[in-house]
């Protein structure tokens, strides 16, 4: 789907919201139902609902990319495009796929506590009974637990009485999301480091960056390849590249990049050639970034004003 067929699906999904259900996630990546009252569940709905539209059905900068293109783009679904799945993709499926005569059994706050649960998957339904699910991840800020040293204190009527059970908050955020048979991806950094996709993402990366070796930019790739196994963004930035760069594409040989480069500064400032100047020097890692800028094509000049600008977002027309 594009951007729009994704916001205008949404939309439909909000507009159309009437049922929600919530499950509960725990350690061992086990499925049990909630038992939340049920105006509770419908204020959640709601709010889930009016967030959905503030952040992405109703804002003008909405985009879904593939999570390949990942960049600093706000307000963005990112589509997810590699083939190695988290394991907790399933557990979307799985709430989705729930039926009422095979419910999985209730999640018992009181004796398992609530600082047992990983995640919370929450469920919305339109009034065709087609299901959205989304992941929730429960961050250590988001249980305020009644046993640690600090006093914590709630209202009761008018006075304020010790706190004596644990608190979970259900925010409008999530990790990603199960939409229309397509997973999307909210909160990226979430995803690689919660849910350890990053070591998809560096592994890959490895098997990209043999591509870039193979076409000879440079004498030696040493530091390039040890960047990519200590640094997720920069990872994350080989794979953008080997699978959507338009310098890759077009074949542009070594030399044209350096004649390119010459009169630039924002690039010839910072890289530099061999001695022969025939191949990049990327024996440093400001080096190393700045030739992948350099291949992601993040020079563009304007054809209204010819001005020049580095463009990290952007979207071929």
């Known amino acids: 789907m594009n951007s729009t067929q994704v916001k205008r699906s949404l939309a439909s999904l909000v507009e159309h919201c009437d049922g929600i259900k919530i499950y509960v996630v725990d350690e061992q990546n086990n499925l049990f139902r909630s038992d939340i009252d049920s105006d509770a569940l419908d204020e959640t709905r709601e709010q889930f609902c009016d967030s959905l539209k503030r952040k992405y059905t109703n804002h003008e900068n909405f985009s879904s990319p593939v999570l390949s293109l990942h960049d600093d783009r706000k307000n963005a679904l990112y589509q997810f495009d590699f083939d190695d799945k988290p394991d907790e993709f399933a557990l979307l499926e799985q709430a989705v796929a729930v039926r009422a005569d095979n419910q999985p059994p209730v999640y018992q706050a009181r004796d398992n506590k609530l600082g047992s649960i990983k995640a919370l998957i929450i469920v919305l339904k339109d009034s065709n009974g087609v299901c959205t699910a989304f992941y929730q991840h429960v961050f250590s800020v988001s249980i305020l637990r009644s046993e640690r040293k600090m006093l914590s204190m709630a209202v009761h009527e008018t006075r304020l009485i010790p706190l004596n059970t644990d608190i979970l908050r259900i925010s409008e955020n999530f990790v990603f999301m199960l939409h229309a048979g397509t997973f999307f991806i909210e909160n990226v950094t979430a995803l690689e480091n919660q849910l350890n996709f990053k070591e998809a993402v560096h592994a890959r990366a490895a098997v990209y960056a043999e591509d870039i070796v193979a076409l000879s930019y440079a004498d030696n790739f040493d530091v390039f390849i040890e960047k990519i196994s200590e640094e997720t963004a920069f990872a994350r ?33 910072v890289l530099r050639l061999n001695e022969d100047n025939t191949k990049f020097d990327l024996n ?29 977002v952007k979207d071929r027309t």
Do not use: W
Not at 248 to 267: G, H, M, S
Not at 288 to 306: A, E, G, R, W
């Open 237 to 269: 930035k080989v794979i953008k590249v080997c699978r959507h760069s338009a310098v890759l594409e077009k074949n542009i040989t070594t030399a044209d990049l350096i004649r390119f480069i010459e009169d630039k500064p924002v690039y010839s400032d």
């Open 284 to 312: 440093s890692i400001n080096r190393c970034k700045k030739f992948l800028q350099l291949l992601d094509d993040d020079f563009l000049v304007s054809p209204l004003t010819d001005s020049s600008y580095i463009a990290k």
